[in-house]
Nanobody, 125 residues
Framework: VQLQASGGGLVQAGGSLRLSCAAS????????MGWFRQAPGKEREFVAT????????RYADSVKDRFTISRDNAKNTVYLQMNSLKPEDTAVYYC???????????????????WGQGTLVTVSS
């Protein structure tokens, strides 16, 4: 699976961004997908995940009620809508795919088999 993340940029606190992750190479609709982020000097952390069919999602407490993960299997794309952004959301955001077909929702980075290149989100105060 090849993953290409896009949509990052500079936004003021309170603003919104939508990240996209386009997938190719495997049966996207069978794979759970996740978003992670890594801030400077910090470890990569879980943000959100969505099941293969899109019916189940899970979020980190720090982004719950502000971020929404979704997917369009016809377009082989997963999205992360980020609202009410805070300076502490500043990080490189990565999308990831779990290669287990029809698998569950994973929050641990080692459970994901494929990773995109990352897109930088900067939130100014």
């Amino acid at each position: 699976v090849q993953l290409q993340a896009s949509g990052g940029g500079l936004v003021q606190a309170g603003g919104s961004l939508r990240l996209s992750c386009a997938a190719s190479g495997r049966t996207f609709s069978n794979l759970s997908m996740g978003w992670f982020r890594q801030a400077p000097g910090k470890e990569r952390e879980f943000v959100a995940t969505i099941s293969w069919g899109g019916g189940r999602t899970r979020y980190a407490d720090s982004v719950k009620d502000r971020f929404t993960i979704s997917r369009d299997n016809a377009k082989n794309t997963v999205y992360l809508q980020m609202n009410s952004l805070k300076p502490e959301d500043t990080a490189v955001y990565y999308c990831a795919a779990d290669d287990q077909w029809f698998g569950g929702l994973q929050v641990a980075a080692p459970k994901y088999d494929y990773w995109g290149q990352g897109t930088l989100v900067t939130v100014s105060s």
